[in-house]
Protein backbone atom coordinates (compact mmCIF):
# COMPACT_ATOMS: atom_id res chain seq x y z
CA UNK A 1 0.00 0.00 0.00
CA UNK A 2 3.03 2.21 0.59
CA UNK A 3 3.87 3.40 -2.69
CA UNK A 4 -0.23 3.76 -3.50
CA UNK A 5 -0.40 5.19 0.10
CA UNK A 6 2.50 7.89 -1.30
CA UNK A 7 0.67 8.62 -4.07
CA UNK A 8 -2.67 9.44 -2.04
CA UNK A 9 -0.87 11.56 -0.10
CA UNK A 10 1.36 13.62 -2.76
CA UNK A 11 -2.50 13.94 -4.26
CA UNK A 12 -3.61 15.45 -1.07
CA UNK A 13 -0.80 17.75 -0.49
CA UNK A 14 -0.89 19.50 -3.82
CA UNK A 15 -4.77 20.36 -3.21
CA UNK A 16 -4.48 21.48 -0.10
CA UNK A 17 -2.57 24.68 -0.82
CA UNK A 18 -5.11 26.18 -2.75
CA UNK A 19 -8.76 24.59 -2.26
CA UNK A 20 -8.50 24.27 1.67
CA UNK A 21 -8.16 27.98 2.87
CA UNK A 22 -7.57 30.31 -0.08
CA UNK A 23 -3.97 31.39 1.73
CA UNK A 24 -0.77 29.51 0.54
CA UNK A 25 -0.12 26.36 2.63
CA UNK A 26 3.43 25.62 2.62
CA UNK A 27 5.17 22.50 2.96
CA UNK A 28 8.41 21.94 2.17
CA UNK A 29 9.33 18.76 0.36
CA UNK A 30 12.08 16.48 0.20
CA UNK A 31 13.04 16.98 -3.34
CA UNK A 32 12.86 20.83 -2.64
CA UNK A 33 15.16 20.38 0.80
CA UNK A 34 17.63 18.22 -1.34
CA UNK A 35 17.94 21.72 -3.60
CA UNK A 36 18.40 23.92 -0.75
CA UNK A 37 21.20 21.95 0.63
CA UNK A 38 22.94 23.26 -2.50
CA UNK A 39 23.32 25.89 -0.65
CA UNK A 40 26.58 25.75 1.83
CA UNK A 41 28.50 27.71 4.21
CA UNK A 42 31.91 26.65 2.63
CA UNK A 43 30.76 27.54 -0.97
CA UNK A 44 29.66 30.93 0.15
CA UNK A 45 32.82 31.41 1.81
CA UNK A 46 34.95 30.74 -1.12
CA UNK A 47 32.64 33.35 -3.09
CA UNK A 48 33.01 35.64 -0.56
CA UNK A 49 36.56 36.13 -0.12
CA UNK A 50 36.65 36.45 -3.64
CA UNK A 51 34.13 39.30 -4.01
CA UNK A 52 35.23 41.01 -0.84
CA UNK A 53 39.05 40.94 -1.45
CA UNK A 54 41.23 43.83 -1.23
CA UNK A 55 41.58 43.27 -4.96
CA UNK A 56 37.76 44.14 -5.93
CA UNK A 57 38.66 47.87 -3.97
CA UNK A 58 35.76 47.69 -2.52
CA UNK A 59 33.29 47.39 -5.74
CA UNK A 60 32.63 51.35 -6.10
CA UNK A 61 30.02 52.52 -8.43
CA UNK A 62 31.91 52.38 -11.44
CA UNK A 63 35.34 51.01 -11.43
CA UNK A 64 37.04 47.82 -12.11
CA UNK A 65 36.62 46.02 -9.05
CA UNK A 66 33.00 46.22 -10.04
CA UNK A 67 33.99 45.08 -13.63
CA UNK A 68 35.82 42.20 -12.30
CA UNK A 69 32.82 40.82 -10.11
CA UNK A 70 30.71 41.22 -12.28
CA UNK A 71 32.65 38.98 -15.17
CA UNK A 72 32.59 36.52 -11.99
CA UNK A 73 29.21 36.15 -11.68
CA UNK A 74 28.92 35.55 -16.02
CA UNK A 75 31.31 33.33 -15.94
CA UNK A 76 29.82 31.20 -13.39
CA UNK A 77 26.00 31.74 -15.17
CA UNK A 78 27.54 30.68 -18.33
CA UNK A 79 29.09 27.92 -16.17
CA UNK A 80 26.06 26.53 -14.88
CA UNK A 81 23.60 27.34 -17.97
CA UNK A 82 22.16 30.16 -17.04
CA UNK A 83 20.23 31.76 -19.66
CA UNK A 84 21.73 35.47 -20.37
CA UNK A 85 18.72 38.04 -19.98
CA UNK A 86 20.36 41.39 -20.46
CA UNK A 87 20.93 43.33 -23.25
CA UNK A 88 21.21 41.43 -26.55
CA UNK A 89 21.37 38.02 -25.52
CA UNK A 90 23.89 39.01 -23.10
CA UNK A 91 23.98 38.79 -19.14
CA UNK A 92 25.22 42.55 -18.82
CA UNK A 93 22.37 45.20 -18.90
CA UNK A 94 24.38 48.58 -19.45
CA UNK A 95 24.44 52.10 -18.06
CA UNK A 96 25.83 55.12 -18.95
CA UNK A 97 26.97 57.23 -16.53
CA UNK A 98 27.87 61.13 -16.92
CA UNK A 99 29.25 63.50 -14.91
CA UNK A 100 29.83 66.95 -15.58
CA UNK A 101 33.21 66.93 -14.36
CA UNK A 102 36.39 69.78 -14.58
CA UNK A 103 39.25 69.51 -17.06
CA UNK A 104 41.36 69.49 -14.07
CA UNK A 105 44.42 69.62 -15.75
CA UNK A 106 43.54 73.24 -17.17
CA UNK A 107 42.04 74.34 -14.37
CA UNK A 108 43.82 76.70 -11.88
CA UNK A 109 43.55 80.09 -9.64
CA UNK A 110 46.07 82.77 -9.35
CA UNK A 111 45.54 86.05 -7.22
CA UNK A 112 48.32 88.98 -7.09
CA UNK A 113 50.40 86.46 -9.82
CA UNK A 114 50.39 83.14 -6.96
CA UNK A 115 48.82 80.10 -8.78
CA UNK A 116 46.58 77.85 -6.58
CA UNK A 117 45.52 74.12 -7.65
CA UNK A 118 42.60 73.18 -8.39
CA UNK A 119 41.61 70.00 -5.89
CA UNK A 120 44.55 71.35 -3.39
CA UNK A 121 43.57 74.92 -2.56
CA UNK A 122 39.94 75.24 -4.59
CA UNK A 123 37.61 73.58 -5.73
CA UNK A 124 34.76 74.16 -8.39
CA UNK A 125 31.10 74.20 -7.01
CA UNK A 126 29.08 75.69 -10.37
CA UNK A 127 29.53 76.89 -13.90
CA UNK A 128 32.43 77.19 -16.32
CA UNK A 129 34.62 80.31 -17.13
CA UNK A 130 35.12 81.31 -20.78
CA UNK A 131 38.40 81.58 -20.97
CA UNK A 132 40.38 82.83 -18.00
CA UNK A 133 38.19 84.89 -15.45
CA UNK A 134 39.59 88.55 -14.62
CA UNK A 135 37.44 91.03 -13.06
CA UNK A 136 37.14 93.43 -10.49
CA UNK A 137 36.64 91.63 -6.66
CA UNK A 138 34.25 93.07 -3.84
CA UNK A 139 33.79 91.31 -0.41
CA UNK A 140 30.23 90.67 0.17
CA UNK A 141 30.11 89.35 4.06
CA UNK A 142 27.70 86.59 3.98
CA UNK A 143 26.44 87.37 0.72
CA UNK A 144 23.04 86.28 1.50
CA UNK A 145 19.42 88.06 1.01
CA UNK A 146 16.42 87.57 3.74
CA UNK A 147 14.40 90.68 3.60
CA UNK A 148 12.87 89.10 6.78
CA UNK A 149 15.78 89.45 8.84
CA UNK A 150 16.87 92.54 7.40
CA UNK A 151 19.80 90.94 5.76
CA UNK A 152 20.96 92.33 1.99
CA UNK A 153 24.47 91.86 1.67
CA UNK A 154 24.85 93.77 -1.36
CA UNK A 155 23.27 96.88 0.09
CA UNK A 156 24.73 99.45 -1.76
CA UNK A 157 27.06 97.61 -3.47
CA UNK A 158 27.72 97.50 -7.32
CA UNK A 159 28.37 93.90 -8.02
CA UNK A 160 27.86 93.80 -12.09
CA UNK A 161 30.76 92.23 -14.38
CA UNK A 162 32.46 91.77 -10.90
CA UNK A 163 33.83 88.77 -8.92
CA UNK A 164 32.42 88.87 -5.58
CA UNK A 165 33.86 87.20 -2.43
CA UNK A 166 32.06 85.51 0.39
CA UNK A 167 33.12 84.54 4.03
CA UNK A 168 31.63 81.59 5.13
CA UNK A 169 31.16 81.80 8.52
CA UNK A 170 30.30 78.28 10.63
CA UNK A 171 30.09 74.47 9.44
CA UNK A 172 27.76 73.60 6.89
CA UNK A 173 23.93 72.27 7.69
CA UNK A 174 24.22 69.50 4.57
CA UNK A 175 26.21 68.39 1.98
CA UNK A 176 25.16 71.30 0.07
CA UNK A 177 27.94 72.54 1.82
CA UNK A 178 25.28 75.61 2.59
CA UNK A 179 25.59 77.86 5.64
CA UNK A 180 23.27 80.10 6.79
CA UNK A 181 23.91 83.73 8.16
CA UNK A 182 23.55 83.76 11.48
CA UNK A 183 20.05 84.56 13.01
CA UNK A 184 18.43 82.36 10.17
CA UNK A 185 17.07 79.21 10.19
CA UNK A 186 16.23 76.94 7.03
CA UNK A 187 12.28 77.17 8.36
CA UNK A 188 12.85 81.36 7.20
CA UNK A 189 13.70 80.65 3.88
CA UNK A 190 10.16 79.70 2.54
CA UNK A 191 10.39 77.94 -0.32
CA UNK A 192 7.73 80.60 -2.44
CA UNK A 193 9.90 83.00 -1.15
CA UNK A 194 12.75 82.40 -2.98
CA UNK A 195 14.26 84.96 -4.95
CA UNK A 196 12.18 87.77 -3.85
CA UNK A 197 12.36 87.54 -0.03
CA UNK A 198 15.62 85.64 0.05
CA UNK A 199 18.21 84.06 -2.35
CA UNK A 200 21.36 82.46 -1.07
CA UNK A 201 24.43 83.84 -2.33
CA UNK A 202 24.99 82.21 -5.46
CA UNK A 203 21.35 82.81 -6.58
CA UNK A 204 21.93 86.71 -5.38
CA UNK A 205 25.27 87.33 -7.21
CA UNK A 206 23.50 85.66 -10.22
CA UNK A 207 21.22 88.30 -9.94
CA UNK A 208 22.93 91.13 -9.44
CA UNK A 209 25.25 90.31 -12.58
CA UNK A 210 28.04 89.27 -10.92
CA UNK A 211 30.62 87.70 -13.25
CA UNK A 212 31.54 84.85 -10.77
CA UNK A 213 31.48 84.05 -7.16
CA UNK A 214 34.06 82.89 -4.43
CA UNK A 215 33.06 81.13 -1.52
CA UNK A 216 35.62 81.41 1.24
CA UNK A 217 35.78 78.38 3.71
CA UNK A 218 35.03 78.27 6.97
CA UNK A 219 37.95 77.23 9.60
CA UNK A 220 35.21 74.54 10.40
CA UNK A 221 34.62 73.81 6.58
CA UNK A 222 37.90 73.99 6.54
CA UNK A 223 38.21 70.97 8.70
CA UNK A 224 35.95 68.77 6.31
CA UNK A 225 38.89 69.28 3.13
CA UNK A 226 39.32 66.16 2.40
CA UNK A 227 35.79 65.00 2.40
CA UNK A 228 35.18 67.86 0.35
CA UNK A 229 37.97 66.72 -2.09
CA UNK A 230 36.39 63.62 -2.33
CA UNK A 231 32.81 65.48 -3.76
CA UNK A 232 34.23 68.07 -5.56
CA UNK A 233 37.43 66.76 -6.24
CA UNK A 234 36.43 65.95 -9.66
CA UNK A 235 33.60 68.03 -10.13
CA UNK A 236 29.62 67.44 -10.03
CA UNK A 237 28.71 64.20 -9.02
CA UNK A 238 27.78 61.28 -11.34
CA UNK A 239 24.25 60.44 -12.83
CA UNK A 240 22.71 57.73 -14.58
CA UNK A 241 21.59 58.43 -18.34
CA UNK A 242 17.96 57.91 -18.29
CA UNK A 243 17.42 58.62 -14.53
CA UNK A 244 18.37 62.41 -14.53
CA UNK A 245 15.42 63.85 -13.35
CA UNK A 246 17.05 67.87 -13.72
CA UNK A 247 19.75 69.24 -15.54
CA UNK A 248 22.81 69.24 -13.53
CA UNK A 249 23.01 73.01 -11.52
CA UNK A 250 26.43 73.21 -12.83
CA UNK A 251 24.82 74.38 -16.40
CA UNK A 252 23.97 77.65 -13.86
CA UNK A 253 25.75 80.48 -15.69
CA UNK A 254 27.68 82.16 -13.01
CA UNK A 255 30.85 80.22 -12.17
CA UNK A 256 30.90 79.49 -8.33
CA UNK A 257 34.50 78.57 -6.64
CA UNK A 258 35.13 77.06 -3.25
CA UNK A 259 38.19 78.29 -1.70
CA UNK A 260 40.60 77.90 1.06
CA UNK A 261 41.74 79.51 3.67
CA UNK A 262 44.92 80.33 2.62
CA UNK A 263 43.52 81.75 -0.58
CA UNK A 264 41.65 83.99 1.54
CA UNK A 265 44.49 85.26 2.78
CA UNK A 266 46.03 85.96 -0.33
CA UNK A 267 42.53 87.80 -1.12
CA UNK A 268 42.53 90.12 2.10
CA UNK A 269 46.45 90.59 1.81
CA UNK A 270 46.76 94.48 1.77
CA UNK A 271 43.02 95.43 2.28
CA UNK A 272 41.69 97.23 4.54
CA UNK A 273 39.67 94.13 6.21
CA UNK A 274 43.30 92.60 6.79
CA UNK A 275 42.08 88.72 7.61
CA UNK A 276 39.48 86.66 6.09
CA UNK A 277 39.39 85.27 9.25
CA UNK A 278 38.32 88.28 11.67
CA UNK A 279 34.45 87.49 11.71
CA UNK A 280 31.58 89.61 10.27
CA UNK A 281 33.76 91.77 8.22
CA UNK A 282 31.51 94.22 6.67
CA UNK A 283 31.14 94.56 3.19
CA UNK A 284 34.28 96.12 0.94
CA UNK A 285 35.58 96.93 -2.53
CA UNK A 286 38.90 95.09 -3.02
CA UNK A 287 41.61 97.17 -4.00
CA UNK A 288 41.86 97.80 -7.90
CA UNK A 289 45.26 96.28 -7.48
CA UNK A 290 44.24 92.74 -6.68
CA UNK A 291 44.66 90.73 -9.32
CA UNK A 292 42.61 87.47 -9.60
CA UNK A 293 42.48 84.67 -12.64
CA UNK A 294 40.55 81.91 -12.62
CA UNK A 295 39.86 79.33 -14.97
CA UNK A 296 37.65 75.95 -14.54
CA UNK A 297 35.93 74.50 -17.64
CA UNK A 298 33.63 71.77 -17.65
CA UNK A 299 34.02 68.41 -19.39
CA UNK A 300 31.35 65.70 -19.53
CA UNK A 301 33.18 62.49 -17.93
CA UNK A 302 31.35 59.32 -19.06
CA UNK A 303 31.83 55.90 -17.67
CA UNK A 304 29.85 52.61 -17.93
CA UNK A 305 28.10 50.24 -15.61
CA UNK A 306 25.84 47.35 -15.49
CA UNK A 307 23.81 45.27 -13.88
CA UNK A 308 24.00 41.13 -14.27
CA UNK A 309 21.13 39.49 -15.56
CA UNK A 310 20.25 35.81 -15.71
CA UNK A 311 17.33 33.71 -16.04
CA UNK A 312 16.83 29.95 -14.87
CA UNK A 313 13.70 28.66 -16.83
CA UNK A 314 11.07 26.79 -15.26
CA UNK A 315 9.63 23.52 -16.25
CA UNK A 316 5.63 24.22 -16.29
CA UNK A 317 4.85 25.12 -20.14
CA UNK A 318 2.60 27.85 -19.08
CA UNK A 319 4.14 29.15 -15.72
CA UNK A 320 7.29 29.86 -16.90
CA UNK A 321 6.29 32.55 -18.82
CA UNK A 322 6.36 34.08 -15.28
CA UNK A 323 9.31 35.01 -13.25
CA UNK A 324 10.08 35.26 -9.42
CA UNK A 325 13.21 37.67 -8.83
CA UNK A 326 15.72 37.78 -6.41
CA UNK A 327 18.19 40.12 -6.29
CA UNK A 328 21.58 42.06 -4.08
CA UNK A 329 23.67 44.98 -4.72
CA UNK A 330 27.65 43.41 -5.90
CA UNK A 331 28.65 47.19 -5.50
CA UNK A 332 30.00 48.60 -2.58
CA UNK A 333 31.55 52.32 -1.88
CA UNK A 334 35.11 51.66 -3.08
CA UNK A 335 38.19 52.90 -1.32
CA UNK A 336 38.82 56.01 1.01
CA UNK A 337 42.16 57.35 0.51
CA UNK A 338 41.60 59.89 2.83
CA UNK A 339 40.88 57.34 5.64
CA UNK A 340 42.18 58.01 9.09
CA UNK A 341 43.31 54.38 9.42
CA UNK A 342 45.93 52.42 7.52
CA UNK A 343 42.72 50.25 5.94
CA UNK A 344 41.62 52.31 3.08
CA UNK A 345 39.34 50.09 1.29
CA UNK A 346 35.89 49.39 2.06
CA UNK A 347 35.86 45.69 1.67
CA UNK A 348 31.61 45.55 1.63
CA UNK A 349 31.31 41.85 2.88
CA UNK A 350 28.46 42.14 4.25
CA UNK A 351 27.44 44.94 2.71
CA UNK A 352 26.63 43.85 0.26
CA UNK A 353 28.75 40.55 -0.57
CA UNK A 354 26.77 38.61 1.57
CA UNK A 355 23.72 38.88 -1.00
CA UNK A 356 26.16 38.47 -3.93
CA UNK A 357 27.14 35.76 -3.33
CA UNK A 358 24.17 34.20 -1.62
CA UNK A 359 21.85 35.17 -4.95
CA UNK A 360 25.21 32.95 -6.92
CA UNK A 361 25.01 30.33 -4.37
CA UNK A 362 21.06 29.76 -5.24
CA UNK A 363 22.17 30.27 -9.07
CA UNK A 364 24.37 26.96 -8.54
CA UNK A 365 22.25 25.24 -6.44
CA UNK A 366 19.20 25.55 -8.97
CA UNK A 367 21.84 24.09 -11.62
CA UNK A 368 23.25 21.23 -9.88
CA UNK A 369 19.41 20.19 -8.98
CA UNK A 370 17.35 17.36 -10.51
CA UNK A 371 14.24 19.09 -11.24
CA UNK A 372 13.26 23.00 -11.83
CA UNK A 373 11.00 25.08 -10.23
CA UNK A 374 7.55 25.65 -12.25
CA UNK A 375 7.84 29.78 -12.74
CA UNK A 376 11.15 31.06 -14.74
CA UNK A 377 13.50 32.26 -11.73
CA UNK A 378 14.95 35.85 -12.83
CA UNK A 379 18.13 36.67 -11.10
CA UNK A 380 19.45 40.70 -11.19
CA UNK A 381 22.66 41.92 -9.33
CA UNK A 382 22.37 46.02 -9.32
CA UNK A 383 25.22 47.95 -9.43
CA UNK A 384 24.91 51.44 -8.03
CA UNK A 385 23.02 50.68 -5.33
CA UNK A 386 24.91 52.82 -2.62
CA UNK A 387 24.84 55.57 -5.33
CA UNK A 388 21.22 55.84 -5.01
CA UNK A 389 19.71 52.20 -5.93
CA UNK A 390 20.73 53.04 -9.51
CA UNK A 391 20.68 49.65 -10.60
CA UNK A 392 17.22 48.47 -9.34
CA UNK A 393 15.83 51.93 -10.58
CA UNK A 394 17.24 51.13 -14.16
CA UNK A 395 15.95 47.73 -14.10
CA UNK A 396 12.44 48.99 -13.36
CA UNK A 397 12.34 51.80 -15.60
CA UNK A 398 14.34 49.77 -18.63
CA UNK A 399 13.59 46.28 -18.10
CA UNK A 400 15.36 44.16 -20.04
CA UNK A 401 12.42 41.14 -19.61
CA UNK A 402 8.33 41.68 -19.33
CA UNK A 403 8.49 43.10 -16.14
CA UNK A 404 4.82 42.72 -15.99
CA UNK A 405 5.50 39.17 -15.39
CA UNK A 406 7.78 39.42 -12.17
CA UNK A 407 5.44 37.93 -9.34
CA UNK A 408 7.60 38.72 -6.95
CA UNK A 409 11.08 40.14 -5.63
CA UNK A 410 13.26 38.92 -3.05
CA UNK A 411 16.06 41.32 -2.06
CA UNK A 412 18.92 40.12 0.21
CA UNK A 413 20.97 43.10 1.07
CA UNK A 414 23.40 42.13 4.60
CA UNK A 415 23.03 38.51 6.19
CA UNK A 416 25.97 37.50 7.28
CA UNK A 417 26.89 39.65 10.75
CA UNK A 418 25.51 37.94 14.32
CA UNK A 419 25.21 39.36 17.47
CA UNK A 420 27.13 36.92 19.72
CA UNK A 421 25.10 36.74 23.61
CA UNK A 422 28.52 38.54 25.31
CA UNK A 423 28.46 41.67 22.43
CA UNK A 424 28.26 44.70 24.47
CA UNK A 425 28.95 46.96 21.63
CA UNK A 426 26.15 49.59 21.24
CA UNK A 427 27.26 49.62 17.83
CA UNK A 428 25.68 46.59 16.94
CA UNK A 429 22.50 46.75 19.58
CA UNK A 430 20.22 46.03 16.68
CA UNK A 431 22.03 43.57 15.26
CA UNK A 432 20.46 40.47 14.56
CA UNK A 433 21.26 36.94 16.51
CA UNK A 434 23.04 33.84 15.49
CA UNK A 435 19.54 32.49 14.51
CA UNK A 436 17.78 35.51 13.77
CA UNK A 437 16.94 38.10 10.68
CA UNK A 438 15.30 40.88 10.01
CA UNK A 439 12.43 40.63 7.55
CA UNK A 440 10.89 43.85 5.61
CA UNK A 441 8.11 44.34 3.43
CA UNK A 442 7.02 40.64 2.68
CA UNK A 443 3.30 41.11 4.76
CA UNK A 444 3.22 44.81 2.96
CA UNK A 445 1.54 43.86 -0.37
CA UNK A 446 0.64 40.55 -0.89
CA UNK A 447 -0.34 38.14 2.07
CA UNK A 448 -0.25 35.54 0.17
CA UNK A 449 3.30 36.38 -0.23
CA UNK A 450 3.62 37.32 3.29
CA UNK A 451 1.99 33.84 4.45
CA UNK A 452 4.41 31.81 2.58
CA UNK A 453 7.51 33.72 3.56
CA UNK A 454 6.37 33.34 7.22
CA UNK A 455 4.99 29.84 6.81
CA UNK A 456 8.04 28.38 5.15
CA UNK A 457 10.52 29.52 7.65
CA UNK A 458 8.07 27.75 10.40
CA UNK A 459 8.30 24.52 8.10
CA UNK A 460 12.30 24.71 8.29
CA UNK A 461 14.58 26.22 10.32
CA UNK A 462 12.28 28.40 12.28
CA UNK A 463 14.86 31.22 12.37
CA UNK A 464 13.66 34.08 14.82
CA UNK A 465 12.00 36.30 11.23
CA UNK A 466 12.38 40.26 13.26
CA UNK A 467 9.21 42.03 11.96
CA UNK A 468 9.79 45.47 13.18
CA UNK A 469 11.15 47.47 10.80
CA UNK A 470 7.74 47.15 9.03
CA UNK A 471 6.50 49.92 11.32
CA UNK A 472 6.12 52.74 8.60
CA UNK A 473 7.34 54.93 11.46
CA UNK A 474 10.56 53.57 12.13
CA UNK A 475 12.93 56.23 11.41
CA UNK A 476 16.02 54.32 10.16
CA UNK A 477 13.47 54.08 6.71
CA UNK A 478 15.38 50.77 5.80
CA UNK A 479 12.55 49.99 3.27
CA UNK A 480 13.52 52.60 1.47
CA UNK A 481 17.41 51.72 1.58
CA UNK A 482 17.52 49.14 -1.10
CA UNK A 483 16.76 47.57 -4.23
CA UNK A 484 13.31 45.87 -2.96
CA UNK A 485 12.12 49.62 -2.99
CA UNK A 486 12.21 49.91 -6.82
CA UNK A 487 10.49 47.09 -7.14
CA UNK A 488 7.73 47.78 -4.73
CA UNK A 489 6.86 50.89 -6.53
CA UNK A 490 6.92 49.41 -9.47
CA UNK A 491 3.63 47.05 -7.78
CA UNK A 492 5.66 43.96 -7.61
CA UNK A 493 5.04 42.45 -3.74
CA UNK A 494 8.59 42.54 -2.39
CA UNK A 495 10.40 40.41 0.39
CA UNK A 496 13.64 42.00 2.02
CA UNK A 497 15.90 40.00 4.39
CA UNK A 498 18.61 41.92 6.16
CA UNK A 499 20.72 41.04 9.25
CA UNK A 500 20.81 44.86 11.02
CA UNK A 501 22.93 47.45 10.94
CA UNK A 502 26.63 46.85 13.18
CA UNK A 503 30.00 48.36 14.17
CA UNK A 504 31.37 47.70 10.65
CA UNK A 505 28.26 48.51 8.82
CA UNK A 506 29.72 51.01 5.81
CA UNK A 507 33.44 51.16 7.20
CA UNK A 508 36.84 49.74 6.39
CA UNK A 509 36.01 46.87 8.92
CA UNK A 510 33.10 45.16 6.89
CA UNK A 511 35.60 42.15 5.91
CA UNK A 512 35.14 38.68 4.71
CA UNK A 513 36.91 37.13 7.91
CA UNK A 514 34.07 38.46 10.40
CA UNK A 515 31.22 36.77 8.51
CA UNK A 516 29.12 34.27 10.46
CA UNK A 517 28.60 31.62 7.65
CA UNK A 518 26.43 28.96 9.68
CA UNK A 519 23.95 31.83 9.79
CA UNK A 520 24.19 32.85 6.00
CA UNK A 521 23.74 29.07 4.97
CA UNK A 522 20.60 29.05 6.94
CA UNK A 523 19.06 32.11 5.98
CA UNK A 524 20.01 31.64 2.09
CA UNK A 525 18.69 28.16 1.99
CA UNK A 526 15.05 29.74 4.00
CA UNK A 527 15.27 32.11 0.87
CA UNK A 528 15.62 29.85 -1.68
CA UNK A 529 12.81 27.55 -0.55
CA UNK A 530 11.09 30.60 -0.32
CA UNK A 531 11.63 31.08 -3.57
CA UNK A 532 10.40 27.61 -4.63
CA UNK A 533 7.28 28.21 -2.98
CA UNK A 534 6.17 30.92 -4.78
CA UNK A 535 7.71 29.68 -8.54
CA UNK A 536 5.50 26.62 -7.86
CA UNK A 537 2.29 28.52 -6.73
CA UNK A 538 -1.12 27.94 -8.62
CA UNK A 539 -1.66 31.79 -8.49
CA UNK A 540 0.85 34.22 -8.67
CA UNK A 541 0.72 36.33 -5.72
CA UNK A 542 -2.22 38.62 -5.43
CA UNK A 543 -1.40 42.36 -4.66
CA UNK A 544 -3.95 42.83 -2.14
CA UNK A 545 -2.18 45.27 -0.06
CA UNK A 546 -1.78 49.24 -0.73
CA UNK A 547 1.65 49.99 0.51
CA UNK A 548 1.27 52.90 3.13
CA UNK A 549 1.54 56.07 1.62
CA UNK A 550 4.56 57.24 3.81
CA UNK A 551 6.41 54.24 1.99
CA UNK A 552 6.03 54.79 -1.95
CA UNK A 553 8.08 58.61 -1.80
CA UNK A 554 11.61 57.89 -1.26
ZN1 LIG B 1 23.59 47.35 1.04
Same mark, same amino acid.
Given at each position: ???? !????????????????????? +????????????? +???????????????????? =????????????????????????????????????????????????? !????????????????????????? $??????????????????????????????????????????????????????????????????????????????????????????????????????????? +???????????????????????????? !???????????????????????????????????????????????????????????????????????????????????????????????????????? =????????????????????????????????????????????????????????????????????????????????????????? $????????????????????????????????????????? &???? &?????????????????????????????????????????????????
Amino acid at each position: MRKN !FFAFLLAITLLLPSVAFGQAV +VKISNAERAMATG +VTAEQLKQYLYFVASDAMGG =RDTPSQGLDVTAEFIKMNLWKWGFKPAGDNGTFFQKMTLNREAVDTANA !FMEVGGQRYAFGEDFFRMAGNTTGT $LEKPLVFVGNGWLVKSKNIDSYAGLDVSGKIVVVQMQGAPTNASLRILPKGVTQADLKPAAKGTDWADPAAYAQQKGAAGLIYIASPELQGFWGQIKQFLGRGGAMK +VKGLEDEPAPTTSALPVILASQKVGEAL !FAGESANSVKTPDTAPFTFSPAKKIGISVKGITDTATTQNVVAIWEGSDPILKNEMVAIGAHYDHVGTNPNAPGPDKIWNGADDDGSGTVAVLAIAEALAKAKT =RPKRSILFVWHAGEEKGLWGSEYFNKFPTVDIKQVVAQLNIDMIGRSRKADDVNPKNKDLSGENAIYVIGAEMMSSTLGAITKQTNDAY $LKMTYDYRYDDPKDTNRFFFRSDHFNYAVNGIPVAFWFDGV &HEDY &HGPGDHADKIDYAKMEKVTRTIMLTMLEISDLKERPKVDKQLPAELTQR
